[in-house]
């Protein structure tokens, strides 16, 4: 078993000051706003939604509706673009709206413009049990690469998978809350009630998931910095080559006698040592 493989308890990882605690709450925080976007992203998240159903609440025209949206979601994108900001988040927001003017025009139901974000909330909220329950909550699968830990916290940090399955489970719980008031109002009420409580429910439950992964990241042992030790390694390799071909040609031939075992046989053994008699 190598350095990088080798498992850690919870009872291995040192004392942490109050300066260190703090450090890591920094750290985390910064983390998950690159993952979900920080406050532009929840922007980018509500604006298409948001102007679907005031233009729907007053006139009550699905067509302009729509393309209103959809239009917003591609400025936000076109915006990324131009000051070489990351459009994925941009670029999930168009995904979605075009998806929801879509099954919106083929059904001619304005309320089916929000049915795909709604399906892809329960998908995504059973992906979090699920996986969590497997062993591999999804919460580290997409904050691993940006701690720059990959998987290591499913072996090697025991403290941090822990912290990521409990802030799977808030994940999918939270979201199956959603789904639970979403799906009644998609058959029961009016496109634009549904439409306001859906912005409604945009950011809240989006804040509380964050908030609670925060908390229980910051309180778990810090991450494994695998390609730290990636790289530390290759350094390593590379120092001991250097240090081998610096070697003068006698060591060099010793080293490899003995790599073969062959050490010492076809080699003068020098001159004996006598031991002093009285």
Request: net charge neutral; aromatic share 10%; hydrophobic share 50%.
């Amino acid at each position: 078993m190598t350095s990088l493989d080798k498992p850690t308890s919870e009872t291995d990882q040192p004392h942490r000051t109050d300066q260190q605690d703090s450090d890591a709450k920094a750290v985390t925080e910064a983390a998950l706003f690159e993952a979900f976007g920080g406050v532009r992203g929840m922007v980018e998240t509500v604006l298409p939604g948001l102007l679907f159903v005031t233009i729907f609440t007053v006139n009550k025209n699905l067509t302009a509706s729509a393309v209103a949206a959809l239009a917003v979601s591609l400025a936000l994108v076109v915006v990324r673009l131009l000051r070489k900001d990351t459009v994925k988040h941009a670029f999930s927001g168009v995904f979605g709206v075009a998806f929801g003017v879509l099954f919106a025009k083929m059904t001619g139901n304005a309320k089916d413009f929000y049915l795909p974000g709604m399906i892809y909330t329960l998908g995504l909220a059973l992906a979090y049990l699920v996986t969590t329950l497997a062993g591999l909550p999804l919460i580290g699968l997409i904050l691993g690469p940006v701690f720059k830990e990959n998987l290591s916290w499913r072996t090697r940090n025991p403290g941090r998978k822990k912290a990521y399955a409990k802030a799977s489970y808030a994940w999918g719980l939270i979201l199956l809350a959603k789904c639970a008031i979403l799906f009644p109002l998609y058959w029961w009420a009016d496109t634009a009630q549904l439409g306001w409580v859906l912005v409604a429910l945009k950011i809240p439950p989006f804040l509380l998931a964050v908030y609670l992964t925060w908390v229980f990241l910051a309180k778990a042992p810090p991450p494994i910095d695998v390609f730290a030790e990636m790289e530390a390694e290759e350094q390593a390799e590379k120092d001991r080559k250097a240090v081998r071909v610096g070697l003068a040609p006698e060591f060099a031939q010793a080293e490899e006698d003995l790599a073969t075992g062959v050490a010492g046989t076809d080699r003068d053994p020098g001159p004996a040592r006598h031991r002093r008699t009285d």
